[in-house]
C-alpha cells in the first residue's frame, strides 16, 4: 500500500515537474524574443522628426561682390541668419533678432520674437550692406492677381523690408513691387529680353515688355506672341510634358508651357531636342478614385527590346531671324541625344531667374549621342556658323558607357572628360580635337564629379572616394590635382560623408558631414585644404532625448569571400542582448545606387522605425549595386538582373549571425522599393528555405514590361544587323513570375494603383503566378498612388509593422483600426 502510495506521488510529482518545465520554457521563450512595441515606432514617425531633428548641414548663399555668403540655420531654440567672411574668417549674425524682432511688431502690428520671426525670401541687394525680406501678416486683403480674384479667397498681407547689417537700420518699403515668380512656362534668355514656351505643341516667344504684361495678367488680350513654328502636333511637338496624364493634357491643351531650351550666352542663338514619340506604343493605368469618375490615363512607354523608339532631333533657332535649322547628328539607331550646359555659378542662387545656357561658347555648344546598347557614347561639337557637328570624343565599352558633364578649358581649347576606360572612373585631359594629353588621375578609386576648374592655374577640383586608405571607400572627399596629373591633395580629411559647396573663385568650400552614427557638422575652408572655421554642429538634443541611438556601421563579405560589403545594423532603442532579434534587410538592389546610408539622415521609415518594432534591420551593399566603385563591381549583374544580388544578401545575413548572438538566423526578413520590392520577392522565390517573410513595394518584378532605359541599360540589349543591314534589338531576362512555384514563405506584394513609372502589371503578374502555383499570399493595393505612396505612406507603414510582427515576431490578431495612425488625427467635429 504504502509502495503504491509512493509511485503514484512520484508520478504526480513527474507530471507537475514536466509542466513546470514546460511553462518555463515558454516563460523564457517570451523572454528571449521582442514583443512589438509600436508605441516606440510611433514615436518616430516623419511629422514627429520634422519637430526633433533641425538644420543639418550649412547651405550657403555666395555673394556676387566678395566670397562671403550667408546662411539660415535652424536649431530648438529657433532660427538665425549669419553672414561669414571668410578672408577674415569671421561669422556673425546678420541681425539682433530681439531687436528685429520688436521693430518688426511695431510695423506690422503682430507679435514677433526672436524665435519666431518667419522671415522669407531674404536676399542682398545694392552694396551687399543690405538685405531685402519679407514678413507675411495676419492681415487680409484682395488678391492682386486678376486671375486669382475670381476665387473669391483672400491673400494675407505681406510686408516689404530692408535692413542695412551694418547699423541695424530697418527701412520699410511700402511703395515696393515684389518682383513676379517667374513662371514654370517661361525660358528667359541670358540677357532677359527674349522668353519662349510652347503652346499647343508648337514653339512661341515675346519680348520682356509682353511678359511683364503676362506676369501681371497671363489672359492679357493685348500680349503679343510670335509662332516660330507650325509643325508641332501630339507627340511630335515642342514642350510636351510625358508627366502629364491624356486627361491633363486636355485640360491644359490651350496654356503656355514650358519647353527645355539651351542658350547660346549671348542670347542670340538657343538649341533645343524635339522627340518624335509618335510610333511609341501607349500604356494605360485606371485612376478609380478619380472625381467624378473613374478616369484611363494613357501615356507612351517604350518597353525593352521594342521596335518603334523615341527619335530626337537637334533643333538650332537664330532668335533675331527666327530661322531653324536641323543638325545632322545621326550615328546609330534609336541613339540617345543630351546637350550638355554651362554650370551655373553658385552666387546666382538668388536671382530672379537663372538661365539655361549651353556648354561653350557664343559659337559652338557639346552634346553626347549615345548608342542603343549604351556601348558606345561620342562627344560631339557643334559649330553654330555652319552646323557642322564634330565628334571630339568617343567611348567604347562591352558593358555599358557611362558619363559625366565634361569641363571646357580656355573655350574649349582643352576638355577635361571623365571615364571608366581603365576599370576605375578618372579624368583625361585632351586638346580641342579629342587628342589625348595625359591622364589627370588614376589609382584604384573612383573620382565622381568636377567641382571646379582654375584655368589660371591649371587647377581640377573634383569630389572622389575609395582614395583614403583604411576608410569606408563610399565616402566623398574633395580633391585638388593639377592638369598635369601632379599635386593630387585631399582637401577635406575625415572619415565621414562629405559634402562640399564651393565658391565661383574657386577659393574656399563649405564642408558638411557626418556618418549614419555621428551628429552632422559644417566646416569652412580655403582651396589650399586649410581649415578656415567651424561654422555648425548640428542640434540632435530633442531627437536624442526622444530615446533614438545611433545605428552601427559594418562590413562583411561578399559570396565570394573576397569582395568587401559594407552596411548599418539598426536596432530597437530598447535592446536587450539576452534577447533573439528577427533580422530584416530593407534593400536595393542597384545598379544606379545602394540602399546604403553614408550620412545621417532625416529618412527613417524603413530602417530606424522598423526597427523599433522589434527586429534588427540591416542595409547592405551587393555586387553590381553601386557606380561609386569600380566598373567591375558596378557591372557584376550585368546580363543577369534578376539573381545577380542575391547571394551576396544571405551571405551578409549568415556573418552577421555568426558575429551576433542575438540574431535569430531562422527569422528572417526582407523588403524594399521599387528595384528592392523586385529584389526581396525575388530572394523568396530563390532561397525559399532561407528567406522567411517578404514586404515587396512597387517591384519591376517582370522587366520585360518595365521601361527601356533602365532595363536595357543595367541588364544588356544585343544589336542584330540583319543580311539586308537593317538593325534590331534582342532583349531577353529572366523574371520573378517564373519562379512563382517556389514560394514557401509569408509574402505580401504592395502596388499603387496608378504607377505610371512601374506599371501595376508588374505585381499583378507576379500575383496571377502565384494563384496559378496554388499559393497563399497578400496583396494590397493602394488607390490613387503613383510609384511612392504619398499620402499612404504611413498607412503602408504599420501595414508592414503588422505583416512582420505576424510572421516574425508571432504576434497574430489586430485591431481593425491602425490606432497609432489615429491618436494623430486632429478631431475638429
Known amino acids: 500500500m504504502v509502495r503504491r502510495f509512493l509511485f503514484i506521488l512520484i508520478l504526480h510529482m ?128 484682395e488678391k492682386k492677381d486678376s ?124 538649341t533645343l531636342i524635339r522627340t518624335d514619340s509618335r510610333k511609341v506604343k501607349d500604356l494605360w493605368v485606371i485612376n478609380s478614385v478619380a472625381d467624378p469618375r473613374p478616369t484611363l490615363e494613357t501615356y ?32 546609330f539607331k534609336d541613339q540617345a541625344i543630351n546637350i550638355w550646359n554651362a554650370p551655373a555659378k553658385a552666387s546666382s542662387r538668388d536671382d530672379d531667374f537663372r538661365p539655361n545656357i549651353w556648354m561653350g561658347t557664343a559659337s ?33 565599352m562591352n558593358t555599358y558607357v557611362e558619363t559625366r558633364r565634361p569641363a571646357l578649358v580656355n573655350a574649349g581649347a582643352e576638355v577635361i572628360e571623365w571615364s571608366e576606360r581603365d576599370g576605375w572612373a578618372h579624368f583625361y585631359l585632351y586638346d580641342g580635337n579629342g587628342k589625348l594629353k595625359n591622364q589627370i588621375t588614376s589609382g584604384s578609386f573612383h573620382c565622381e564629379d568636377i567641382v571646379g576648374v582654375d584655368e589660371k592655374a591649371r587647377v581640377l577640383y573634383f569630389s572622389a572616394n575609395g ?16 592638369f598635369d596629373g601632379s599635386g593630387l591633395r585631399l582637401l577635406n580629411p575625415g572619415e565621414f560623408e562629405h559634402d562640399m559647396n564651393m565658391n565661383d573663385s574657386r577659393s574656399f568650400f563649405v564642408d558638411n558631414f557626418s556618418r549614419v552614427n555621428t551628429v552632422p557638422r559644417s566646416v569652412l575652408y580655403n582651396s589650399e585644404g586649410r581649415k578656415i572655421m567651424d561654422l555648425e554642429t548640428a542640434d540632435l538634443s530633442l531627437l536624442l532625448a526622444a530615446g533614438y541611438k545611433f545605428p552601427e556601421v559594418f562590413s562583411v563579405k561578399a559570396d565570394d569571400g573576397t569582395t568587401d560589403l559594407y552596411g548599418v545594423l539598426y536596432k530597437p532603442y530598447d535592446f536587450d542582448s539576452t534577447k533573439k532579434y528577427p533580422i530584416i534587410e530593407y534593400v536595393y538592389p542597384g545598379p544606379q545606387t545602394e540602399s546604403v546610408n553614408k550620412a545621417f539622415g532625416r529618412s527613417m521609415d524603413r530602417i530606424d522605425r522598423l526597427a523599433q518594432v522589434g527586429f534588427i534591420v540591416v542595409t547592405v551593399g551587393n555586387r553590381g549595386g553601386h557606380p561609386s566603385r569600380s566598373k567591375w563591381y558596378h557591372n557584376f549583374g550585368y546580363g543577369n538582373l534578376r539573381d545577380y544580388g542575391l547571394a551576396d544578401k544571405k551571405a551578409a545575413v549568415e556573418q552577421l549571425a555568426d558575429r551576433y548572438k542575438y540574431i535569430d538566423i531562422d527569422r528572417v526578413g526582407i523588403h ?36 527601356r532605359w533602365w532595363s536595357e541599360k543595367h ?38 494603383d496608378i504607377d505610371n513609372n512601374v506599371h501595376p502589371a508588374n505585381t499583378i503578374r507576379v500575383a496571377n503566378a502565384l494563384i496559378k502555383a496554388n499559393k497563399r499570399f497578400d496583396l494590397v493595393l493602394l488607390p490613387g498612388q503613383r510609384h511612392g505612396y504619398g499620402d499612404m505612406t504611413e498607412y503602408f507603414f504599420w501595414r508592414m509593422a503588422d505583416y512582420f510582427s505576424e510572421h516574425l515576431l508571432g504576434k497574430k490578431e489586430f485591431a481593425v483600426n491602425i490606432e497609432e495612425m489615429d491618436r494623430e488625427v486632429e478631431r475638429k467635429k
Open 300 to 331: 507612351k512607354y517604350h518597353m525593352p527590346g521594342e521596335k518603334d523608339a523615341p527619335i530626337p532631333q537637334v533643333l538650332l533657332f537664330n532668335r533675331d531671324t527666327k530661322q531653324r535649322r536641323e543638325l545632322d547628328i545621326k550615328q
Open 14 to 141: 513527474r507530471i507537475v515537474f514536466s509542466l513546470l518545465l514546460a511553462t518555463l520554457f515558454q516563460l523564457g521563450l517570451a523572454q528571449q524574443s521582442p514583443t512589438p512595441n509600436y508605441r516606440q515606432a510611433a514615436r518616430f514617425s516623419p511629422k514627429k522628426l520634422e519637430k526633433l531633428i533641425f538644420s543639418t548641414n550649412v547651405d550657403p548663399h555666395w555673394l556676387k561682390q566678395s566670397d562671403r555668403f550667408w546662411y539660415e540655420y535652424s536649431t530648438s531654440k529657433g532660427k538665425n541668419w549669419y553672414l561669414v567672411d571668410p578672408r577674415t574668417a569671421t561669422k556673425r549674425p546678420l541681425f539682433d533678432t530681439e531687436k528685429l524682432a520688436a521693430a518688426i511688431t511695431a510695423i506690422v502690428k503682430d507679435p514677433f520674437d526672436a524665435q519666431h520671426l518667419n522671415i522669407d525670401s531674404l536676399r542682398f541687394v545694392k552694396d551687399e550692406n543690405w538685405v531685402q525680406f519679407e514678413i507675411k501678416s495676419s492681415l487680409e486683403e
Open 715 to 752: 541588364h544588356g540589349v544585343k544589336e542584330v544587323v540583319g543580311e539586308k543591314g537593317d538593325t534590331s534589338f534582342v532583349y531577353a531576362i529572366d523574371k520573378n513570375p517564373e519562379l512563382a512555384k517556389n514560394l514557401k514563405g509569408h509574402l505580401m506584394l504592395t502596388h499603387g
Open 672 to 707: 524594399g522599393h521599387s528595384g528592392g520590392g523586385f529584389m526581396s520577392t525575388a530572394a523568396m522565390l530563390v532561397y525559399p528555405d532561407f528567406f522567411k517573410v517578404a514586404v515587396s513595394n512597387a517591384g519591376n518584378h517582370d522587366n520585360s514590361i518595365y521601361n
Open 364 to 396: 559652338k555648344f557639346y552634346f553626347t549621342r549615345t548608342s542603343r546598347d549604351l556601348k558606345r557614347v561620342d562627344l560631339c561639337a557643334v559649330d553654330i556658323n555652319t552646323g557642322a557637328v564634330q565628334q571630339v570624343l568617343r567611348e567604347d
Open 467 to 482: 582614395r583614403e586608405p583604411k576608410e569606408d571607400p563610399y565616402y566623398l572627399h574633395l580633391y585638388r590635382v593639377n
Open 147 to 270: 486671375t486669382a480674384k475670381k476665387d473669391g479667397k483672400k491673400d494675407k498681407k505681406t510686408f516689404f523690408f530692408e535692413y542695412n547689417i551694418n547699423n541695424g537700420q530697418l527701412v520699410q518699403l511700402t511703395e515696393f513691387k515684389k518682383p513676379k515668380r517667374k513662371p514654370s512656362w517661361a525660358s528667359i534668355s541670358p540677357d532677359g529680353q527674349t522668353i519662349l514656351f510652347a503652346r499647343r505643341y508648337n514653339l512661341y516667344m515675346m519680348d520682356k515688355a509682353n511678359y511683364e504684361k503676362a506676369l501681371r495678367n497671363e489672359d492679357d488680350s493685348t500680349i503679343a506672341e510670335t509662332q516660330l513654328t507650325n509643325d508641332g502636333v501630339e507627340f511630335n511637338g515642342f514642350g510636351e510634358s510625358y508627366s502629364e496624364t491624356n486627361v491633363e493634357r486636355e485640360k491644359n491643351k490651350d496654356k503656355r508651357k514650358p519647353v527645355f531650351v539651351y542658350w547660346s550666352p549671348d542670347s542670340k542663338q538657343f
